[in-house]
């Protein structure tokens, strides 16, 4: 019978490398990036509203001295369902206001559609994301710390938000 020590004694590479640079955090401040990955969760908020979370994955450009190629989790945004009108459409009002501005940055398209009020009125319909809707976007992001206490003492941690699409095309797709 072997144990685990018999068991690791046989990979064949048994180096292990520490690189400083990698522990060092990204500095605050606006870096261009470009979109990843994409993360999403659904969630009932301690008020026991729906929602879903999505977070971005950013990666520094190769243009970002010291930090080109890291990869930096979006705060996250979220998209709340709201409760269902007399038509079967969930409208939301605030609550939704900051998904609508990360939808408009990225060019993402929204419906308008028309509602028979007394007044009458134009809402906007807000789509789901999928990563096929803004994977390989060139954007420029912003780039804040975090700090949270953990079961080792104190992290910081860089968080990222989205500032803009860039490279002046609409939708922030590379040029290939």
Known sequence: MS????????????DVYYDPQMSTLVPEGSYPAKIVDLYSKRINTQRGNRALLYKPKYRLDDAVRNYSGRDVQDAGIWRFFGTKDEN????TGGSNANYKRFLDKLHIPMEKVDVDDTPPRTIIKLPAITKDMILNKSVVISIHHEEWQGTHGRNITPVATLVRVRNGGVNGQENT
Do not use: A, K, P, Y
């Not at 685990?4 to 048994?14: I, T």
């Open 88 to 91: 079967g459409r969930r409208i």
């Open 3 to 14: 144990n685990v020590d018999d068991l690791l004694d046989n990979f064949e590479d048994e």
